[in-house]
């Protein structure tokens, strides 16, 4: 694991320097450990400051010497032929001693007696202080077979970073009781890192099945065929041709189950943790219970349960797992999550419940009768003058629209007569009446200015004075109330019951106003009744709530607040800027 670990490394961002193996990095803690994870493989580097060529420091790790870097080649290696090419010792500049091995001088001396062929040598690396390079001291070991030698080869020694006192340091106690047979494991594998590694699994863990789709974090998924088929195939016996019939069975069903020429004493030997042929539960457990003397903790293995395991087959694992004397247990239910990552098919359930909801959702259109009610209003928008007529359902509500400009050319007609039937159109198949109301009031343009109707004095535009108009006469004071529209009437009452009556005469009733548009599909509010409170997200929200909407109102150029309408002008609920009058 270890090996292939460093073998991605080194080939994603490794190179060869004068035929040594080397990598740089900008974190000195990562050359630290990789330092530590190469010498637990048996390789000794060097690592060194180099500079960058953008102005910075790199530190640069590399093998000692050519002589690690041969079997680094062999052990680890590299996943293109390029850079393992390079790896020669011929284009090495470095020696091949590789690194030091130290001994008292007295024992160097009298494991090498004198007239020995290796004495001068060794009296020269004694008097020199250095130490025994390894392979002259494999060659004193092979001649003298002193265990001393011996036992110092097996250890890397590394010169002294620093010799000072570290203070009072805390100490454990790493001793194991001698009732304890548990062998210590500090790296156990997932399946997930078995698709970084090209390997169909590893460790205990059986395949999650023959054929998988592996769901893609930026969408899609990927097919995923079991690559040891084709070996197993061959270690049952089977020919080459059969094989390779048995595998494309197996990559169109996913299983093995009536595969040509597969014997059926042959299936178990393809079972996995899902799909047709799918380990049983218990089989999990066994094989950790196999595996848990010789690990100290718990193991990197889950159980497999099918979709309809019930919680009574969840406790009788949980039961069965304590009884083998395992000390954790992971359990996963096929298809428990909203999002799978592994899955052994393509569902076409869900797709098939969707358009059939898009189907039963459809919109229909509800068609006014031919004879209907309808009124006509005509209207002046800064002296361009216009008719609007609506037609409404016998039971109330609005249905159609047209509007007809005087003094208008044959293509503002064309246009005008297509916008009142697209919105006809619309009205007749659902859309509500407070959307286009919302959507179209306040639109800018000309024709703009004073209007001859008492209850809409002032027009953006003859869009918005149309819209405010239909609201009046067809939307229920509530709803005109959050988009901002009032009768004359209604604006006079609302400043009598905020500042009091003019006089005694004129004293309005508010709530016989509220009623005055359709009386009988809005019933008034029982006394004890109070509004459902509204959940409030933005403060600009909350502006609305309590205003009413402004769909045009420009943002303010002091905080930048959205603006509430003020008669003519535009003011800051925030900052108290105004547009211009105040």
């Not at 690690?68 to 850079?83: P, V």
């Not at 016989?512 to 019933?523: H, K, L, N, Q």
Request: glycine share 10%; net charge negative.
């Amino acid at each position: 694991m270890y090996a292939a670990f460093c073998r991605g490394l080194f080939e994603a961002d490794g190179t060869v320097l004068a035929g040594v193996p080397s990598i740089t990095t900008s974190s000195r803690s990562f050359a630290d450990e990789l330092r530590t994870l190469l010498l637990t493989l048996g390789f000794v580097t060097t690592t060194r400051q180099v500079g960058s060529g953008w102005g910075g420091t790199m530190m640069l790790v590399r093998l000692r010497n050519i002589a690690y870097a041969l079997r680094f080649n062999e052990e680890i290696g590299f996943l293109s032929e390029r850079k393992a090419l390079l790896v020669a010792p011929d284009r090495s500049l470095q020696s091949g001693n590789r690194d030091r091995i130290y001994l008292p001088a007295a024992v160097w001396l009298e494991v090498i007696p004198v007239g020995h062929s290796l004495r001068g040598r060794v009296q020269q690396a004694v008097a020199r202080g250095v130490g025994l390079s390894r392979d002259l001291a494999e060659k004193v070991l092979e001649a003298t077979g002193d265990p001393r030698v011996g036992y110092v080869l097996g250890y890397v020694f590394e010169q002294v970073a620093e010799n000072e006192d570290g203070g009072v340091q805390p100490t454990f106690d790493l001793s194991v009781p001698s009732n304890v047979t548990y062998v210590a494991s500090g790296f156990l594998a997932h399946n997930t890192i078995g698709f970084m590694m090209d390997c169909d699994t590893t460790g205990i863990e059986p395949d999650f099945s023959l054929v998988k789709f592996k769901k893609l974090v930026g969408g899609g998924s990927m097919q995923i065929v079991n690559q040891t088929i084709p070996k197993g195939l061959a270690a049952l016996g089977y020919q080459a041709e059969q094989s390779e019939a048995m595998v494309e069975y197996i990559a169109e069903h996913g299983h093995v189950i009536d595969a040509p020429g597969l014997r059926p004493e042959h299936y178990q030997v393809f079972d996995c943790a899902m799909g047709e042929r799918a380990i049983m539960p218990m089989g999990h457990v066994r094989m950790m219970a196999a595996t848990q003397p010789f690990i100290s903790g718990a193991i990197s293995k889950t159980v497999n349960m099918p979709e309809k395991a019930t919680i009574a087959d969840v406790e009788e694992i949980y039961f069965q797992a304590w009884k083998v004397g395992l000390k954790a247990l992971a359990i996963y239910r096929d298809n428990c999550k909203v999002g799978q990552p592994l899955s052994t098919g393509k569902s076409s359930a869900p797709i098939a419940e969707v358009e059939k909801a898009v189907t039963e959702g459809r919109p229909v259109r509800r068609r006014l009768p031919k004879k209907r009610p309808s009124e006509t209003v005509s209207f002046t928008v800064g002296g361009a003058e216009g008719y609007l007529t609506a037609g409404s359902y016998p039971d109330d509500g609005l249905g159609e629209i047209f509007v007809k400009m005087s003094k208008q050319g044959s293509t503002l007609a064309g246009v005008m007569d297509a916008f009142s039937m697209g919105i006809s159109i619309a009205l007749q198949y659902g859309v509500p009446l407070e959307t286009y109301v919302s959507k179209f009031v306040n639109m800018r343009f000309e024709p703009a200015g004073m209007t001859d109707d008492p209850d809409v004095r002032m027009a953006t535009s003859v869009v918005d004075y149309l819209f405010r108009r239909i609201a009046l006469d067809h939307l229920p004071y509530e709803k005109r109330a959050q988009l901002g529209i009032f009768s004359a009437e209604e604006r006079t009452a609302q400043v009598a019951a905020d500042y009091g009556p003019v006089d005694g005469d004129d004293q309005v009733d508010v709530e016989g106003m509220r009623t005055s548009v359709d009386a009988s599909s809005v019933p008034p509010p029982a006394p004890e009744a109070r509004p459902a409170p509204i959940s409030v997200g933005s403060s600009t929200e909350l502006l609305e709530l309590q205003m009413g909407k402004a769909a045009d109102a420009p943002l303010c150029m002091t905080c930048g607040t959205k603006m509430r309408p003020a008669g003519s002008c535009y003011v800051c609920e925030g900052c108290g800027s105004t547009s211009g009058c105040s």
